[in-house]
């Protein structure tokens, strides 16, 4: 399990926690906070909820950025759909958070694997302070088409 949803009783405002069997990778930088609301207030402002751009088409790159709000919700929607993701060909294999030196959750990543051989179909990692997904691997079109 990736991240446990934890509800405040007090403020009834979703916190996210790592849960014990996450691999949590701390990151040696300092996140500038005011930098980081900078990005997610320039986030928000976007003309479109969200924007697709090829990256790399030889190297099967794309690039997602959403609009702050949407990507929210994308995140806890991402979390919810491969932790529990079922498919007959492919399996969530590794899956996992990076922090920065100062305990914020800066990124999350999930690798997809083909069930039989474990090689990567595509990787989704999730940029939280810029809200926007870079997605990659020979399999990318099964996250653009099914996933």
Do not use: W
Request: proline share 1%.
């Amino acid at each position: 399990m990736l991240v446990k949803m934890v509800q405040s009783k007090a403020s009834n405002i979703e916190d996210f926690s790592v849960a014990s069997d996450t691999a949590l990778k701390t990151v040696s930088y300092n996140l500038n906070k005011q930098k980081a609301v900078c990005k997610k207030l320039e986030a928000a402002d976007r003309s479109q909820p969200y924007h697709i751009q090829y990256a790399d088409m030889e190297r099967k790159q794309i690039m997602i950025y959403c609009q702050t709000g949407l990507y929210e919700l994308v995140r806890k929607a991402m979390y919810s759909y491969f932790t529990g993701y079922r498919n007959h060909k492919l399996t969530c294999c590794v899956s996992g958070l990076k922090e920065s030196s100062s305990g914020l959750i800066v990124q999350a990543t999930y690798k997809i694997c083909h069930k039989g051989s474990g090689n990567t179909a595509y990787t989704v990692n999730m940029y939280h302070t810029k809200s926007s997904m870079l997605v990659n691997g020979r399999s990318l079109p099964t996250f653009l088409d099914t996933d």
